[in-house]
């Protein structure tokens, strides 16, 4: 029995869903006839649209011609009405001038007029004037005689006074330079011992030993100097003259490739000689102190730098004044 009544069911669901299915497709049917027409009519609507629209591009071309000519037509009105306008003005403005003419014309008359009776009056003082302009031009004359004569004597006078001057001031300068020479001399006694040479305003030594940079560096301090330091060519040519290869006051011990005169003021005017400073290139160690060398085909350009511990002699600096 269940068997039965489950096969009953099915049967039943079977004919109720053959139902729904030929009601769908008989709607199916429906919606696709109302589309095919709904499409028809959109078909139509568009057709319709586009000649609407083919009209309205047509009307707008038209009103847009006719709105150029309208505006065209008024600014040919404007220009008619502004050059109607102008010739106005310019007969009032002509009618003004031609008025302002005659009454200018009227005031220069009477003005001439005027002028005439002044010219007069100026004539008679012109005469007057020229009698006393001939007077005061004799008297003129005369002054001017006296002045050239007075400018003569004076000028005499300032040559005579310039000569004085310049010949005092050339006594002054040769008793001032013998007093200089004098105070130098007396210094150079005190400062300047046995085997010193001087240039300029400072004195130096050169050793007849040879030692380590070190070494020269306390040499010269004991001495009451320091390892020479130069300041400008004339010195470097000054101390390539003494043709001797010798350590300067110049190193980079502290930081490599910083260059420092034993004052600690930083290197700033430089002879290096070609390709120096190059550190010895790797071959002989650290080369952190500096030699004036006269290897160098430069004749200013002497310096190299070279290692510390090599013996060589050096040169003292001090200041005489």
């Not at 046995?194 to 301090?221: H, I, M, P």
Request: hydrophobic share 25%.
């Amino acid at each position: 029995i269940p068997l039965m009544l489950w096969k009953l069911f099915q049967q039943t669901s079977y004919n109720n869903l053959t139902k729904e299915r030929e009601q769908l497709q008989t709607r199916y049917k429906i919606l696709i006839e109302e589309r095919d027409q709904q499409q028809t009519s959109y078909n139509n609507l568009t057709k319709e649209r586009d000649q609407l629209h083919s009209s309205y591009n047509n009307l707008t071309k038209e009103r847009d011609q006719l709105q150029t000519r309208c505006k065209t037509l008024s600014e040919e009105r404007d220009q008619l009405q502004t050059r109607y306008n102008n010739l106005i003005e310019e007969g009032d403005q002509q009618q003004t001038s031609y008025n302002n003419l005659t009454k200018e014309r009227e005031q220069l008359q009477t003005r001439y007029k005027i002028l005439i009776e002044e010219r007069d009056q100026q004539q008679t003082s012109y005469n007057n004037l020229t009698k006393e302009r001939d007077q005061l031009h004799s008297s003129y004359n005369n002054l001017t005689k006296e002045r050239d004569q007075l400018q003569t004597r004076c000028k005499t006078l300032s040559e005579e006074r310039d000569q004085l001057q310049t010949s005092n001031n050339n006594l002054t300068k040769e008793r001032d330079q013998l007093q200089r020479d004098r105070d130098i001399f007396q210094r150079l006694l005190v400062k300047c011992p046995n085997g010193w040479k001087v240039f300029g305003n400072r004195s130096y030594y050169v050793s007849t030993e040879k030692n380590n940079w070190e070494y020269a560096n306390q040499d010269c301090l004991k001495r009451g100097a320091q390892l020479v330091i130069i300041n400008n060519q004339e010195e470097q040519k000054f101390l390539i003259t003494l043709n001797i290869r010798s350590w300067i006051g110049l190193t980079d011990r502290e930081t490599e490739g910083t260059w420092k005169w034993v004052d600690n003021t930083t290197l700033t005017t430089v002879y290096w000689g070609d390709r120096e400073p190059n550190n010895g290139d790797g071959k002989n160690g650290e080369e952190d102190c500096a030699e004036i060398n006269s290897w160098y085909s430069d004749p200013v350009k002497k310096w190299n730098d070279f290692s510390c511990t090599t013996v060589l002699n050096w040169i003292c600096e001090k200041v005489i004044y």
